[in-house]
């Protein structure tokens, strides 16, 4: 028995997220990550094995690098053939880009210290191929304002104001250890680390920071509407087709949930 921790990339367009769902299409399943690779688990082991990811991404949501580990009941394929072995069962929007053998007791849930996401932003006229993985806006945000508002984001919060109804978390509190705007050509980049999200949280909080500031208002504002803790002050919800699941850090602060 070997736990086997897997990196893996996808293209969420034609997923509805990644936890399985087998009951949510009246009653019949839909078309998750976790699914996905749990078929090309059981393809590839003769029998059924449970996948845990390091979180969830929503629906349409994209991942360079999520996390998730397996317990194999076999020892016979070296586990940097994995990916190979994997990609054979899989469908091209889903790849397995490493492997790795980690201790037993290993989770990628509960052993990772924070998650990275990337959330793109075109400023000009994007590419037809493009269009699945960026927001379109159209015009050129003030970056320096911009990272002025998210400098209230860093540290311990609240994260109310930017929770979906119905997000179950017992705690609304996140550690938020950066989250910064970049340029990249005509590519606005918001990049946000945290212990933690709440289900639609950086969403919610790219599309505010966006629309303030289209707005005119001044980074103060964004405090204002943080402390409210009160979802009717936030802006719009970036829609998902920009965001990516950047990184999965384990070597970090282990920081509550």
Known sequence: MRNILLTLSYDGTD????????????????RTVQQTVEDAL????????????SGRTDSGVHAFAQAANFISPIDSIPVEKYPVALNCFLPDDVRIMSAEEVSEGFSSRTNATSRIYRYFIHTGNPFASQMRYVWPVHY?????????MASYLRGERDCTTFAAAGDQSLS??????DAH???DGELLVFEIEANAFLWKMVRSITGSLIH???MGKEAEYFKTVLESKDRKFA?????AQGLFLYKIKFDGIRRHV
């Not at 609304?172 to 250890?177: A, H, K, N, S, W």
């Not at 802006?235 to 829609?239: E, L, M, R, W």
């Open 42 to 53: 059981e393809k590839l082991h003769k029998t059924k094995i449970p996948l845990q990811g």
């Open 15 to 30: 997923f509805c997220g990644w936890q399985r769902q087998d009951f949510a299409d009246k009653g019949k399943a839909v």
């Open 212 to 214: 303030f500031e289209r």
């Open 140 to 148: 050129k945000p003030d970056i320096e304002k911009l990272n002025k």
């Open 172 to 177: 609304m509190f996140r550690y938020i250890d």
């Open 181 to 183: 705007f970049y340029q």
């Open 235 to 239: 802006g719009p919800t970036a829609p």
